[in-house]
């Protein structure tokens, strides 16, 4: 099992908290750079989030203040805290491992084609 495996999504009102979950069987996490993606219908793919190795985190202007992605090596798993969720929050989430290899998010970290290992995703829905 290559992939990432997200968990953690649900249904939550506007104002409410979530804690996403990235895990994998086959690699150590806390050796890659680690980005959270969603997409909503018909919308495009959006990067949320990014976790490097050696140049710290990243995130969407949308999320900042919101939002913190860290690690729990513990675990295995690059978590995504999502506070004061808000409807347009409402997405399928999910996570990649950096590729080819980097220890940096760097200044294109927003791309998803830098990423492989996606998941299924999990789902946020964020509605009163």
């Known amino acids: 099992q290559l992939s990432n495996v997200e968990s953690g999504g649900g249904f939550v009102q506007p104002g409410e908290s979530l804690r996403l979950s990235c895990g994998n069987s086959?690699?150590?996490?806390?050796?890659?750079?680690i980005a959270w993606f969603r997409q909503a219908p018909g919308k495009e793919r959006e990067a949320v989030s990014c976790?490097?190795?050696?140049?710290?985190?990243f995130y969407a202007d949308s999320v900042k203040g919101r939002f913190a992605i860290s690690r729990d090596n513990a675990k295995n798993t690059v978590e995504l805290q999502m506070n004061d969720l808000k409807p347009e929050d409402t997405s399928l989430y999910y996570c990649?491992?950096?590729?080819?290899?980097?220890?940096?998010?760097?200044?294109?970290?927003?791309?998803?084609?830098?990423?492989?290992?996606w998941g299924q995703g999990t789902q946020v829905t964020v509605s009163s």
């Open positions: 990649g491992l950096r590729f080819p290899f980097s220890l940096e998010c760097g200044s294109m970290w927003y791309r998803g084609q830098n990423y492989a290992a």
């Open positions: 976790i490097a190795v050696s140049d710290g985190n």
């Open positions: 086959r690699f150590r996490l806390e050796n890659y750079t």
